[in-house]
T-cell receptor, first 116, second 115 residues
Framework: AQSVTQLGSHVSVSEGALVLLRCNYSSSVPPYLFWYVQYPNQGLQLLLKYTSAATLVKGINGFEAEFKKSETSFHLTKPSAHMSDAAEYFCAVSGYVNFGNEKLTFGTGTRLTIIP | DAMVIQNPRYQVTQFGKPVTLSCSQTLNHNVMYWYQQKSSQAPKLLFHYYDKDFNNEADTPDNFQSRRPNTSFCFLDIRSPGLGDAAMYLC??????????????FGPGTRLTVL
């Protein structure tokens, strides 16, 4: 079984400050990890994904995440927050459990608010 | 631009009145998914199609059905909507080469209100 825990359902940061959104996973098989962003009244958009290559993954809009197996973490960071970063962020995990059961399991999301 | 389109964006129905939500894609992806997302919750997978092969999640109520008449289109039918079915319904697609590493591409969603 696979699961994702996102610590902090709401995070507020000042414009220009560091953004850190936390994600811890649990998986019985090698995990593949994703961060998606959802803007109000829109679908989800992929920010970045880890698929067992480099542990530091760079994504769109200046975001990056580091896969740390020893900590079972995949935290999302951005050095300097912008007002346009305000959105809901979802961490997700998948992996080959068995054929036909490779679904994506999402965390409950973190709502990011940017303070002017 | 290649994309995932959902119609309508907002749907209002009455308790017990059947409703159909539509999804189309120009990505030519083999896999199409339907998710239910309630307020402040994670998207929950209802079912997916791998080409014409339908895969239902074990906990998806029988009230929810789906059809995929061709590669481009997929429909979600709710036979007798209850108040608890009010949610955002998200359609997504992916290439099926190695499904567990594939990026899923989401449509904008249909927000369903049940009166």
């Amino acid at each position: 079984a696979q699961s994702v825990t996102q610590l902090g359902s709401h995070v507020s940061v000042s414009e220009g400050a560091l953004v850190l959104l936390r994600c811890n996973y649990s998986s019985s098989v090698p995990p593949y990890l994703f961060w998606y962003v959802q803007y109000p009244n829109q679908g989800l958009q992929l920010l970045l994904k880890y698929t067992s290559a480099a542990t530091l993954v760079k994504g769109i809009n200046g975001f990056e995440a580091e896969f740390k197996k020893s900590e079972t973490s995949f935290h999302l960071t951005k050095p300097s927050a912008h007002m346009s970063d305000a959105a809901e962020y979802f961490c997700a995990v998948s992996g080959y459990v068995n054929f036909g059961n490779e679904k994506l399991t999402f965390g409950t999301g973190t709502r990011l608010t940017i303070i002017p | 631009d290649a994309m995932v389109i959902q119609n309508p964006r907002y749907q209002v129905t009455q308790f017990g009145k059947p409703v159909t939500l539509s999804c189309s894609q120009t990505l030519n992806h083999n896999v199409m998914y339907w998710y239910q997302q309630k307020s402040s919750q994670a998207p929950k997978l209802l079912f997916h199609y791998y080409d014409k092969d339908f895969n239902n999640e074990a906990d998806t109520p029988d009230n929810f059905q789906s059809r995929r008449p061709n590669t481009s289109f997929c429909f979600l039918d709710i036979r007798s909507p209850g108040l608890g079915d009010a949610a955002m319904y998200l359609c997504a697609t992916s290439i099926s080469v190695r499904r567990y590493t594939d990026t899923q591409y989401f449509g904008p969603g249909t927000r369903l209100t049940v009166l």
